[in-house]
T-cell receptor, first 117, second 115 residues
């Protein structure tokens, strides 16, 4: 079974600075997808970014980018120019590329990000 | 653009009671999921459904029952609630024909407290 680990329960960053959230995963599969979700205090789960394992290029979405290291099974999220609205719980998630997996996501434990003004 | 609606948003119940959490989606997505969120565990899959009348267990199914008689509804029932089932519950769906890499769409969650 796949596992996802986020080793930083809490992180903090100064407004306008850059922060990196760590995520590692364990799998024997070669085809899979990785996601970062953001959960603000409203509890809403918001997709931040997605990475396909077969793509070598790291995904970017505006101020959010990932460092995907397939051999190391690492998938970190970098937030540049941090804003107060980035304060949230961030979850890393894994999905198998096999259709038989039922599209289920396996989540990490989460990292609570605080942005200081 | 209703999306996924969960009800109730908050629920307090007593140990041993049966309680049902509702999930309704307006997209007619085939895949639907129930997760529970607990501090230190992230989100864990309880049950999922690939289509109406097709359901399967996830990581933590014990104590829960699901049904899917209609594509748009996926209720989760706690047959005899226990304090360990105090949690935030999320329903999610996945868009059809968008590829297995497409993201899940989540409801806003139900916070359940079992006293």
């Amino acid at each position: 079974a796949q596992t996802v680990t986020q080793s930083q329960p809490e992180m903090s960053v100064q407004e306008a600075e850059t922060v990196t959230l760590s995520c590692t995963y364990d799998t024997s599969e070669s085809d899979y997808y990785l996601f970062w979700y953001k959960q603000p205090p409203s509890r809403q789960m918001i997709l931040v970014i997605r990475q396909e394992a077969y793509k070598q290029q790291n995904a970017t979405e505006n101020r959010f980018s990932v460092n995907f290291q397939k051999a190391a099974k690492s998938f970190s999220l970098k937030i540049s120019d941090s804003q107060l609205g980035d304060a949230a719980m961030y979850f890393c998630a894994y999905r198998s590329g096999e259709e038989t997996s039922g599209s289920r996501l396996t989540f990490g434990e989460g990292t609570q990000l605080t942005v200081n003004p | 653009d209703a999306g996924i609606t969960q009800s109730p948003r908050y629920k307090i119940t007593e140990t041993g009671r049966q309680v049902t959490l509702m999930c309704h989606q307006t997209w007619s997505h085939s895949y639907m999921f129930w997760y529970r969120q607990d501090l230190g565990h992230g989100l864990r899959l309880i049950y999922y459904s690939a289509a109406a009348d097709i359901t399967d267990k996830g990581e933590v199914p014990d104590g829960y029952v699901v049904s899917r008689s209609k594509t748009e509804n996926f209720p989760l029932t706690l047959e005899s609630a226990t304090r360990s089932q105090t949690s935030v519950y999320f329903c999610a769906s996945r868009r059809d024909h968008a590829g297995i890499g497409s993201p899940l769409h989540f409801g806003n969650g139900t916070r359940l407290t079992v006293t």
